[in-house]
């Protein structure tokens, strides 16, 4: 059982400096290189120009590079629902797609209550609550996308907003799992 105990303080000292001994530039690329080897649905590339693009990422900890990934779904939700919106605003969508399209109006519609619940679970580090909440969101972009998929021949007007959902969400996710991990 020593041994045990040993290894996990190393690794508990090893994490906390290489997180919080990193700072801006180093941290980003820090965090999406462990995010993207430990979760194959984030892309290293993706991560790290999400999180350069948002404002404060160079000056965050670990824990605020978490709250800007979150904030980065919650946009990315708002503004696929006014997205979707904008679609079924055409007089001469397919039946189909339509039904499809109001589905995912509904799921992103949810997303955004869901999100701002994670955002209130985060900031009070209650992360259990926060990840289902997220997961939901997840679950949510992939339930819309399967939507277009039902039917032969459609193609969904959605897919791309899709998977920078999911994968935003999946950034988050483990990111959070890294602060937990790291007694965040």
Same mark, same amino acid.
């Given at each position: 059982?020593?041994?045990? #105990?040993?290894?996990?303080?190393?690794? /508990?000292?090893?994490?906390? =400096?290489?997180?919080? &001994?990193?700072?801006?530039?180093? @941290? %980003?690329?820090?965090?999406?290189?462990?995010?993207?080897?430990?979760?194959?649905?984030?892309?290293?590339?993706?991560?790290?120009? #999400?999180?350069?693009?948002?404002?404060? /990422?160079?000056?965050?900890? =670990?824990?605020?590079? &978490?709250?800007?990934?979150?904030? @980065? %779904?919650?946009?990315?939700?708002?503004?696929?629902?006014?997205?979707?919106?904008?679609?079924?605003?055409?007089?001469?969508?397919?039946?189909?797609?339509?039904?499809?399209?109001?589905?995912?109006?509904? =799921?992103?519609?949810?997303?955004?209550?869901?999100?701002? @619940?994670?955002?209130?679970?985060?900031?009070?580090?209650?992360?259990?609550?926060?990840?289902?909440?997220?997961?939901?969101?997840?679950?949510?972009?992939?339930?819309?996308?399967?939507?277009?998929?039902?039917?032969?021949?459609?193609?969904?007007?959605?897919?791309?907003?899709?998977?920078?959902?999911?994968?935003?969400?999946?950034?988050?996710?483990?990111?959070?799992?890294?602060?937990?991990?790291?007694?965040?």
């Amino acid at each position: 059982m020593k041994p045990l #105990s040993s290894f996990f303080l190393s690794l /508990s000292l090893f994490l906390s =400096l290489f997180f919080h &001994g990193s700072t801006g530039q180093n @941290l %980003i690329q820090n965090t999406c290189k462990t995010c993207s080897k430990d979760d194959p649905n984030i892309k290293y590339g993706f991560c790290t120009s #999400s999180l350069q693009a948002a404002p404060a /990422s160079q000056c965050a900890t =670990l824990r605020g590079l &978490g709250m800007i990934s979150i904030r @980065l %779904i919650r946009y990315n939700v708002t503004d696929t629902r006014c997205h979707v919106k904008i679609l079924l605003k055409d007089k001469d969508l397919d039946p189909y797609v339509r039904n499809c399209l109001k589905d995912c109006f509904d =799921l992103y519609s949810d997303a955004i209550i869901s999100i701002k @619940l994670a955002m209130k679970s985060y900031n009070s580090k209650k992360y259990y609550d926060a990840n289902i909440q997220i997961s939901s969101i997840m679950d949510a972009a992939t339930t819309c996308e399967d939507g277009f998929k039902e039917k032969k021949g459609v193609v969904s007007p959605l897919t791309q907003r899709n998977e920078i959902t999911f994968q935003l969400s999946a950034m988050a996710l483990s990111m959070m799992n890294l602060i937990k991990n790291n007694n965040g």
